[in-house]
């Protein structure tokens, strides 16, 4: 019924997904690690998917199943195991054509559906294998539906549609087993999943409109391919944008990009992200269990809840996204604009993109100036905008040209100057945080009798959320403050 990738000459072995020891990956602390020989080059799929709108990260990332293993008497255990899933890995056996490991199991935790190991894993043991045939990939869509699609319809719809076709079949299909385990609607928390009411929650931090974009997107995937899946009723009679929509984030939270393209990958499916820590597998004491973690790559608390639909509690890598604009009023606004274009430079790690307005800030980790501090990318912006005749552009201009050709990533000459531009960026960050605050203050109170269990997670994603990036916001506060400081004192000793 479907075709999966060419296999290949039966003289050599199938290819498969081994967990298993190798290469380290690069940049990377040193660990005892097991990952994924086929799939070194592979990426996972967050942000990838994301509309042209959205450029935040819009680089991929790689595939990490990196693991290191520790016991930590605080780690949330297993709660029970998963009867729903028990037969997800006899199937998985099967249906691969390899034994995997008696040592794991499907349960549920604090985490959700999860794969747990009753014994130690060591590095160099090989605890699964999947074989490209075992992964669902855009060669599984039925021939009568792919020939019907347009060019323009991407690898995710098609890969939602491949889910929608085989839930419909149920039991009579070859990956019910796998099928019956993903997340139903009530149990997806991504952002776009989120009401109007709960979206307003976030309204303050950037992921507010990348869901609204991210929606806009889905909408318009799902107009795409009603014409062809009204051809065919007998199998999507009764399906709605919200089933697609479930559809389509199964495969943008799930799929793994690799040489071989976008596939969904029975078993890693089941190991969870912990961004907080080194360690991958969290010890119950009690339980005998630990969870077979993976670290999804550095995502901040605005990637999180909408690709994944979880926040964490204190994510270190948590950022947050500010706009500049130059006042219409401002009479040098065009030449500002123009040698802000002439010195754009779109490929800086602290750029957004190469619109000039628009700024990524992470957290500052020495208030006392020492380290990277705020983005220069953004100081240079406020450096230009409080130019207040074209000699002082000029002059900019010459500096950057004489230099490696950035634009104002030196400090001003005129020492009040440059304490004009850093207090000007302090006065935009002091108020964004009384923003956020307010936005925190005015979540409904955690122990508010009537609040849903549903509610309370995302009204706790929603505190995760908006408190990491005010952290983040104080931290560039405290920067900028003893800049500034130190300025004035430069100033003092100047004028005595």
């Given at each position: ?9 039966s ?6 997904l081994?967990?298993?020891r190798g290469?380290k ?8 690690s ?7 080059g ?11 709108i959205?450029p935040?990260?819009?680089?991929c990332?790689r ?12 780690a ?5 195991l998963?009867e ?7 199937w998985?056996?099967?249906?691969a054509?390899?034994e995997i ?5 499907i349960g549920?935790s ?12 060591r590095t160099?043991?090989?605890?699964s ?7 669902i990939?855009?060669?599984?869509l ?16 098609k ?7 085989e ?7 070859e990956?019910?087993?796998?099928i ?5 609607h ?12 709960e979206l307003d ?5 950037s992921?507010?409109?990348e869901?609204i974009n991210?929606?806009?997107k889905?909408?318009e995937d799902?107009?795409a ?5 009204e051809?065919?009723p007998e ?13 389509y ?6 799929a ?6 976008l596939s969904l990958?029975p078993?890693?499916d089941?190991m969870?992200?912990?961004g ?10 009690d ?12 995502f ?8 994944f639909?979880?926040t964490?509690?204190?994510?270190i ?7 500049f604009n ?13 040698l802000?274009?002439?010195?754009s430079?779109p490929?800086?790690?602290d750029a957004?993109n ?9 957290e500052?980790r ?33 500096e ?12 001003l ?5 440059e ?6 960026l302090?006065s ?22 009537s609040?849903?269990k ?7 994603m929603a ?6 990036e005010l952290r983040v ?15 004035r004192a ?7």
């Open positions: 019924m479907h075709s999966h990738f060419p296999g290949p000459a003289s050599d072995p199938p290819p498969t081994c967990t298993r290469r990956l690069p940049k990377r602390r040193r660990t005892n097991l990952s994924t020989p086929m799939l070194q592979g990426h996972r799929l967050s942000k990838l998917w994301r509309s042209p959205t935040l990260f819009n680089l990332h595939l990490l199943i990196n693991f290191k293993f520790s016991s930590l008497s605080q949330k255990g297993l709660d029970s998963d729903e899933c028990e037969e997800f890995l006899p998985l056996e099967r249906k054509g390899v490991s008696s040592v794991l199991s549920k604090a985490y959700g559906r999860s794969l747990f190991a009753s014994e130690i894993i160099g043991d090989c605890i294998k999947v074989p490209y045939s075992v992964q990939t855009p060669d599984n039925l021939p009568k539906i792919k020939a019907l699609l347009s060019n323009k319809v991407g690898t995710v719809a890969l939602a549609i491949i889910l929608l076709v839930q419909k079949m149920g039991q009579d299909s990956w019910a087993s796998y019956s385990c993903l997340p139903q009530g149990e997806i928390h991504s952002t776009i999943f989120w009401s109007e009411y929650m976030i309204r303050q931090s992921v507010y409109q869901t991210q929606k806009s889905i909408e799902f107009a391919v009603v014409p062809v899946l051809q065919f199998i999507f009679e009764s399906i709605t944008l919200k089933d697609f929509m479930r559809a984030f199964l495969v943008t939270s799930r793994w990009e690799s040489t071989k393209g990958i078993f890693t089941f969870n992200h912990d907080v820590s080194d360690s991958i597998v969290l010890f119950d004491e339980k005998k269990l630990s969870e077979v973690l993976i670290n999804y790559g550095n901040p608390n605005a990637t999180l809840p909408l690709d639909g979880f964490l509690p204190y994510n890598h948590d950022q947050v996204q500010i706009h130059i006042p219409y009023h401002d009479c040098l606004r065009e030449m500002k604009l123009e802000l274009q002439q010195h430079t490929k800086l790690k957004i190469c619109s000039e307005d628009t700024f990524l800030i992470k500052v020495s208030p006392r100036g020492k380290g990277k501090g705020l983005p220069q990318s953004l100081r240079a912006f406020a450096r230009v905008l409080c130019c207040t005749a074209p000699e002082e552009l000029s002059d900019l201009a010459m950057a040209a004489q230099m490696d050709g950035r634009l104002a990533r030196q400090p000459k005129d020492s009040r100057r304490l004009l531009a850093h207090e000007m302090l935009h960050i002091t108020h964004l945080m009384q923003k956020y605050d307010v936005a925190i203050k005015s979540l409904a109170p955690a122990n508010f009798p609040m849903s549903k509610f309370a997670l995302r009204r706790q505190h995760d959320l908006l408190t990491g916001l104080n931290s560039a506060s405290a920067w900028l403050n003893n800049y500034c400081a130190a300025l430069t100033i003092h000793c100047q004028s005595q």
